[in-house]
């Protein structure tokens, strides 16, 4: 680069950006300087975070679509290289819980955890990796969850959806290495959203009891662990699975 050429502007793309973990995740990108492309099901509450990222001096464009619709989802993708002529980060944030006990799991509450929390990120991954590859740079980021490393009793099928994204980052990781991506896992533990929002209070009580840093997450606290990964100086960084759970696994 020239003394007068600028730094480009990284283009990352956060799922589940409407709320929670992927809109702290999205306005951290973006007060750093990201063009970032705000995904989730529905466009008004994207729109208004454009709007509050664009009010602060942020790049920001939204865009609504079904990640659960694997060719939608693929195509949002490369609608998104094309219109940017680059694809720097990809953060596969957006998750469903559709708990039960496994004796009375159906077939169907399977599926749908499995397709959204697992399915979309290979999908994502998989239309993403081109123009990382091309632009010789990429960081993708899983959001999994300690349910995937040590269990829990009721999420079976997440559970399992958030362990196979460490098999499957650290296996992009090997395979995208040498292309300048790194692939890794940000997993949380227990984090004020509304996804966790109608957990009773006394299971509330029991978590807390069971952290080093004796308070629950809060969103901003995956958003910080993603800012680093996602970094260009995270580079030497990838495969790995970095547990932001106030000390609760440990693992
Ligand atoms: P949330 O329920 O508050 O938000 C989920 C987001 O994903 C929303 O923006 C929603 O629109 C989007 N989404 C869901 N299904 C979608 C689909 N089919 N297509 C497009 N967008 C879709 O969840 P929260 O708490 O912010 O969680 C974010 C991620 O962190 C999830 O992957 C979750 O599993 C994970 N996590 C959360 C923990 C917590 O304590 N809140 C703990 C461990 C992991």
């Known amino acids: ?53 664009e009010a602060s001096g942020g790049k920001a464009s939204a865009l ?50 499995i397709n959204v929390n697992l399915t979309s990120a290979f999908v994502g991954i998989r239309a993403a990796a081109r123009p990382m590859m091309r632009g010789k740079f990429g960081r993708i980021v899983n959001i999994a969850s300690t349910s995937g490393l040590v269990g829990n009793a009721g999420q079976a099928n997440y559970a399992a959806a958030k ?7 650290k296996t992009i990781a090997r395979e995208l290495g040498g292309k300048g991506i790194t692939c890794n896992v940000v997993a949380p533990g227990y984090i004020e959203t509304d996804m966790t929002a109608n957990l009773p209070q006394e299971i509330k009580d029991k978590l807390l009891g069971m952290l080093a840093v004796k308070r629950l997450g809060i969103a901003d606290d995956i958003a910080a662990a993603v800012s ?20 609760m696994t440990m693992c």
């Open 1 to 53: 680069m020239s003394g007068t050429e600028t730094a480009p502007t990284r283009v990352a793309i956060v799922t589940g950006a409407s709320r929670g973990i992927g809109k702290a995740i999205a306005l951290r990108l973006a007060r750093e300087g990201r063009h970032v492309v705000l995904v989730a099901r529905s466009a008004a509450p994207l729109n208004d975070l454009k709007s509050q990222i």
């Open 64 to 113: 609504a679509v079904d990640i659960g619709d694997g060719k939608a989802w693929a195509a949002a993708i490369e609608q998104v290289a094309d219109e940017h002529k680059r694809l720097d980060i990809l953060v596969n944030n957006a998750g469903i819980t559709r708990d039960n006990l496994v004796l009375r799991m159906s077939d169907e509450e399977w599926a749908d955890v």
């Open 163 to 169: 362990s196979a994204l460490l098999g499957l980052s």
């Open 228 to 247: 680093y990964v996602t970094s260009d100086e995270a580079a030497y960084l990838t495969g790995q699975t970095i547990c932001v759970d106030g000390g």
